[in-house]
């Protein structure tokens, strides 16, 4: 993609310089990364349970808030972004709902619209989402007391101990770090996306839904990245449907 700005910009040039007739890259479209399932990395579920115990245990600094933000990533599949976004009117934690309305992917508080149409979406929560969601509420409301007027209100869901939003690379750097402090894979903090995805699947979760609660354009690009998981279960449905049609229940 790079070769490709830098070989637009060149013949840019020649045809300014009249060297050239035309630019026979400019409407060359950018070439797509083929990003197949043997390209995601994620978590088995014996790793997030892994994980979650060692962060419980952790005496690291805002332990507890990291164990909680990334809780919410593997329990929703939402983008980093888009997790750094929320705030707390997105959140509704009675009926257990979360709507991805902007997404924040650079340092500050400026956010921009999510990166598709379909990305603006709404997500139902279990209950252990709703369980880290009201963890960093309630660590909020701890830190507010502790930090008096010297709090400062932003209204995002992970915050800081003073409320300010912690930069976008220095979430992936604290989580590389617990990683590697609890003695367990690093697959990327998008791997916890993937791990999402793919634990639900493997849950039999139907794929429309899983499609829908990481804002997929379609269930047909959710298909390409995790047909391999599909394709492990179809043994285990099976069985699940001789017992529904034959008995055995």
Known sequence: ???????????????????????????????????????????DDDEVKAFMAAAAASTSPNAEMWRNTAGVAISTGIRRGELLGL???????????????????????????????????TIS??????????????????????????????????????GTPPSPDSVTRRFRRDCEQFGIRYVTWHGLRHTYATLALMSTVPLHVVSLNLGHDNPGI????????????????????????????
């Open 125 to 162: 929560l279990g209950p252990d989402g709703v369980r880290f969601l009201t963890g960093l509420r309630d660590g909020q409301d701890a830190d507010r007391a502790l930090w008096g007027a010297a709090w400062t209100d932003t209204g995002f869901v992970v915050v800081l101990p003073d």
């Open 1 to 43: 993609m790079h070769c490709l700005k830098l070989l637009r910009k060149i013949l840019k040039t020649a045809h300014k310089r009249g060297e050239i007739d035309s630019n026979p890259a400019k409407n060359v479209p950018n070439p797509r990364v083929d990003k197949g399932p043997d390209s995601i990395k994620s978590w």
């Open 222 to 249: 959710t298909l390409v990245f995790y047909a391999q998981v599909l394709l492990r279960s179809t043994t285990e449905s099976a069985v699940t449907a001789d017992k529904y049609i034959f008995g055995g229940r």
């Open 87 to 121: 705030k707390w009117p997105n959140i509704d934690l009675i009926k257990g709902k979360l709507t991805v309305a902007r997404a924040r992917i650079k340092p500050g508080t400026e956010t921009k619209s999510p990166k598709t149409k379909t990305s603006a979406r």
